[in-house]
């Protein structure tokens, strides 16, 4: 809610925000219950079926949301498919495979102001299937970096960085597991990441599941890191 704020502030509105791993809409709730946000488009994505049954009776009541069972890839694709890692949310570590498009795919060259991103470590793929939008519109991206679950799903941690960095993003305002200010970067640092990849897989570290959540703030936006991070 702080970088669609920082952002609207900063663009003005209507705001069109994606929501990739949309799961049962309630960050799209939340937006939407603040009247600043009632002109705001919203592109929900949830691949996992049962979710994607809940996000469309929960938002079933707003206007302007569009609500895709699309699984994303960096490209057209066969992935595994999303499983349960516990109740609240999935992630593509399934035995079988579902075919997956790239967000560029599903966007068709739209106007994004935000993207959010929870794939439980499917990322940096979906950030890589979107080098076309974040070069065209220079969206704000708020995304989960969850070294266990990049591991797991097979994703490299750099991916998501590399990505962005190459689409221009130079600064990172990092946020724990509980939406604490860690860090800001600028520009990102390899070595400093590999680090805290180290920490969130180790046992001795802050807790059990250790992962961040990462805004990479566009090209042009650089004032809204002091919203983020006052």
Excluded at 64 to 88: N, Q, W, Y
Excluded at 131 to 145: K, M, N
Aim: charged share 25%; proline share 8%; net charge negative.
């Amino acid at each position: 809610m702080e970088l669609v704020n920082a952002v609207r502030a900063r663009r003005g509105g209507p705001l069109t925000i994606v929501d990739v791993g949309a799961a049962i809409g309630d960050t799209v709730l939340l937006l939407a219950e603040r009247a600043e946000a009632s002109h705001d488009r919203f592109i929900c994505i949830e691949p996992d079926p049962e979710f994607h049954s809940y996000l469309g009776r929960n938002l079933a009541h707003l206007t302007d949301v569009e609500i895709l069972p699309t699984m994303l890839s960096d490209s057209e694709d066969v992935v595994p498919a999303p499983v349960r890692t516990h109740s609240g949310t999935a992630s593509p570590q399934g035995a079988t495979t579902v075919p997956a498009l790239a967000l560029d795919t599903v966007l068709r060259g739209q106007r994004v102001d935000v993207i959010k991103i929870d794939t439980d470590g499917f990322d940096g793929k979906v950030l890589a299937g979107s080098v076309d939008t974040l070069s065209r519109w220079s969206p704000a991206v708020i995304f989960e970096w969850h070294p266990i679950l990049l591991a797991t799903c097979g994703q490299d941690p750099e991916r998501p960085f590399e990505v962005l960095t190459a689409a221009g993003y130079e600064t990172f305002v990092w946020f724990t597991k509980h939406g604490d200010l860690s860090h800001v970067e600028h520009p990102h640092d390899p070595a400093r990441t590999d680090l805290l990849r180290q920490m969130c897989i180790d046992d001795d570290g802050p807790e059990p599941d250790w992962h961040f959540d990462v805004v990479a703030v566009p090209p042009g936006l650089a004032a809204i890191v002091r919203d983020l991070a006052p």
